[in-house]
């Protein structure tokens, strides 16, 4: 393939802004975390919010890798490859959005060097760690084989299995990690790990739509429209589970009127103590997600692409907001000495975010870069006057 002026710029503008972020991340290795907006009351703010979003993101894959490899629904064939991206994509940036929240870089070190079983942060890094290699496997063993034009080896088959568990697992562990917590009531509870796995399976698939779509149309190739419709289904019965917890998680807490459980949801939908940052976000993400619902409930709705779009980017943008915002914020107010303090981030620790997210665009679009000359190489071949033309 001999890529577009456009697809440069696009590089070239991801480029762009990994480099403003490494500067502002060097800067923040010589001034320390006092350049974001975190404080002693708040100490995880939008690095660790990008951080339990995109685990979902990446353990999404497995709703793609479990029909077609499981059960061999042959319609996924298209997309598994994109989920497989996506998923190395989405956990090397979990894995930079550790790095950049813990401060010194010798800290990571320090979770391999000295390994504790009983810490949950030693468990998530061997869980995304190992999530980031299968995928890569299998991602890498799937295109060789595809460009062969021949089946994939055989003791790929027991990675691809190991790969399901433990797409779910990842999830799992990083719930585990926020609800093995007492002192954060808002996290305190036993559905948390439902929660973040039926949140994950609605965004990761929602956005696997989107990029679908948009590499159809750039590319003009043809669009897997029934992949699309089963994964249209997926979201949406994903997206109505999640809405259904978050319900639960509400009536629970302010039906009790447990000051503890309930003073960290007033926070997020009401205000406390005439503090209110969080409110019109949360009230943006509920609303998002009503939309969404009756345009994905409604089959007229959700068989028409363009409508199809617009649910799965609501869909997308209501879930950033509530899980990777106000879960991780409003856990910290009020502190558990009952102060008010709120987190706004700084522009420097969003242009880091930002650089960072420009690496995982960067990632995938290298990546499907590679798959598209792979097939059409296989087309080139099979057609030679294609190649001429």
């Known amino acids: 393939m001999k890529p577009r002026r456009n697809y440069w710029i696009w590089i070239l503008c ?6 403003a972020g490494f500067v502002c991340y060097l800067r923040q290795l010589d001034v320390g975390l006092g350049i974001t907006g975190m404080s002693r009351d708040v100490s995880w703010g939008l690095y660790i919010a990008q951080f339990t979003f995109l685990v979902g993101v990446a353990a999404s894959a497995v709703m793609v890798v479990l029909p077609y490899y499981l059960h061999h629904a042959k319609v996924f064939a ?4 994109l989920g497989e991206f996506l998923a190395i994509s989405a956990v090397t940036m979990c894995m930079l959005f550790i790095f950049v929240d813990m401060g010194q870089p010798t800290r990571v070190l320090n979770v391999m060097l000295h390994p504790t079983p009983h810490s949950m942060m030693f468990w998530d890094m061997i869980s995304l760690s190992g999530y980031l290699l299968l995928n890569s496997v299998i991602a890498f063993v799937a295109l060789r084989a595809e ?4 089946a994939p080896p055989g003791w790929i088959k027991p990675v691809i299995l190991l790969s399901i568990p433990w797409a779910v697992s990842i999830h799992t562990v990083t719930a585990f990690l926020y609800c093995g917590l007492p002192g954060r009531s ?16 609605a965004s990761g698939p929602a956005l696997l739509i989107l990029l679908a779509m948009l590499i159809a149309r750039l590319t003009r190739t043809p669009s897997p429209r029934e992949a699309i419709e089963k994964l249209s289904i997926i979201v949406t019965y994903a997206t109505v589970i999640s809405v259904f917890f978050v319900l639960m998680e509400l009536f629970t807490s302010l039906y009790s009127r447990i000051p503890e459980h309930s003073e960290s949801l007033r926070y997020m939908f009401t205000g406390l103590d005439g503090r209110t940052a969080l409110v019109p976000w949360m009230w943006a993400s509920m609303a998002l997600a009503a939309a969404s619902l009756v345009l994905l409930l409604v089959p007229r709705w959700r068989t028409n692409e363009r409508w199809l779009a617009v649910a799965c980017g609501m869909v997308f943008v209501s879930l950033w ?6 879960l991780i914020v409003a856990a910290f107010v009020p502190s558990p000495l009952g102060a008010v303090t709120e987190y706004a981030p700084t522009a420097p620790e969003m242009t880091i ?3 960072i997210w420009a690496i995982g665009a960067l990632i995938f679009t290298v990546l499907c870069g590679v798959a598209l000359t ?4 296989r087309l080139f071949a099979r057609e030679p006057s294609l190649a001429v033309r």
């Open 78 to 81: 298209r997309v598994t490859i």
């Open 374 to 377: 792979v097939r059409e190489g």
């Open 14 to 19: 991801l480029l762009a802004a990994i480099g």
């Open 186 to 201: 808002l996290w305190l509870t036993a559905i948390l790990a439902p929660r973040f796995l039926a949140s994950a399976f």
């Open 353 to 355: 975010v930002l650089a």
């Open 147 to 150: 460009r062969e034009e021949s």
């Open 321 to 326: 907001i509530d899980k990777g915002i106000g």
